[in-house]
């Protein structure tokens, strides 16, 4: 049976943001080779106005955007703006889009809102939620009613890890109705490969230990916790050196705290980097470190050790359930001196990069995409079932 699904999320890359969302990227576009899938990214309004920074194509999908428009300090309204937002750009495509089914991926204010309107328009509907939407937002008292609603009134609920799967059914989600779902990696970018190459093409030096940090240069991702525990080392390892891929709020800050610290000169603020070009940074590293303060399950973790590179990163959310002891060090979240101490038996340690390569080599979006096809048939038929006995009553 080949549906036609409406994919309703922030998660996607726009022109706007062209690097946004790459996991969601992958994953639709091979959804998209199997059936008709559109995808309607919400734009926040603040980016729309900052101009357009790339060109964005996805072959096999139909894409859009709509405007989000809110008032910022307002949270707890978001929703009902999304909604609102929607419809008012975009209501009629809605109305004429005849779908099978809407995948509407991230919990708040996107499931919330869409979630509503898919139960009004009697259009089975799933919810894939990835981390803070659950980990963070949730934990407001005027939004968490509004997510448990939209999670239970959804056919069925992926989860990115087992963890977020947890969370889902305390909220309230028939556990039979939750789906563990991991992120896939895409083999054809990353593998290993000569980390004298790697820096190379990069314009590293071949011979310096390097630590780094690819995400969002935001305090939620532990980047600064990083840039404090990184002196330890440094005073051990002279010629370490730390790099960041990644843009954000944060780099203005990272820059003056490292001239602080007196280690600015072994610090790197590399930019944004796209999906493809990732791959090279993987293999120019000694290890990636990734501290966050709360997490899903982050690609680039899985995307590290698919290149054979050990990760040191915080235990939270469901990084605990993909990263093995042989393939990196877990350390308790904004704990500088658990993290400082972990960069230095990182770099002390023999990793075995093959073992750790094979164990990541289980993650494909092959098989994912497959587990999501069944998932959004057995809603689909599900719901068609309900309609076709009410009508019989």
Known sequence: MRMRILVLTNLFPTPWDPLRGAFNRQQFERLGERHDVDVLTAVD??????????????????????????????????????????????????????????????????????????????????????????????????????????????????????????????????????????????????????????????????????????????????????????????????????????????????????????????????????HAELGDWFRAADLLCLPSHNEGVPNVVLEAMACGIPVVASRVGGIPEVLPDFAGILVPPQDRASLSAALVQATEKSWDSARIAAHASGFQWEDNVRKLEHILKDVVHASRSSTTAGSSA
């Not at 779908?99 to 708040?108: G, I």
């Not at 990272?254 to 603020?269: D, K, M, S, T």
């Open 45 to 274: 309004f603040r980016e729309r106005m900052a101009g357009v920074r790339g060109a964005v194509d996805v072959p096999g999908l139909r894409t859009d955007h709509f405007v989000f428009v809110y008032p910022p300090r307002l949270r707890a309204l978001h929703a009902f703006f999304w909604l609102l937002s929607l419809l008012v750009q975009r209501g009629r495509k809605l109305r004429a889009g005849n779908y099978d089914c809407l995948l509407l991926s991230w919990a708040y204010p996107d499931a919330a809102a869409a979630g509503w309107l898919a139960r009004r328009l009697g259009i089975p509907y799933i919810v894939k939620v990835h981390g803070s939407d659950l980990n963070v937002q949730a934990n407001d008292a005027l939004r968490r009613p509004q997510i448990r609603s939209a999670l239970r009134g959804a056919g069925a609920v992926v989860a990115v890890s087992r963890a977020l799967a947890d969370k889902a059914v305390a909220l309230g989600t028939q556990a039979a109705r939750v789906h563990v779902l991991y992120n896939g990696v895409d083999r054809a970018l990353f593998t290993p490969g000569s980390r004298r190459e790697a820096r190379a093409k990069l314009h590293l030096d071949a011979d310096d230990p390097l630590l780094l940090f690819v995400g969002n240069l935001k305090a939620s991702k532990g980047c600064l916790d990083l840039l404090e525990a990184f002196p330890t080392l440094l005073a051990l390892r002279p010629q370490a050196r730390l790099v960041y891929v990644g843009a954000g709020s944060c780099r203005k800050e990272l820059i003056h705290r490292a001239a602080a610290l007196g280690c600015a000169e072994r610090v790197q603020l590399a930019g944004a980097a796209t």
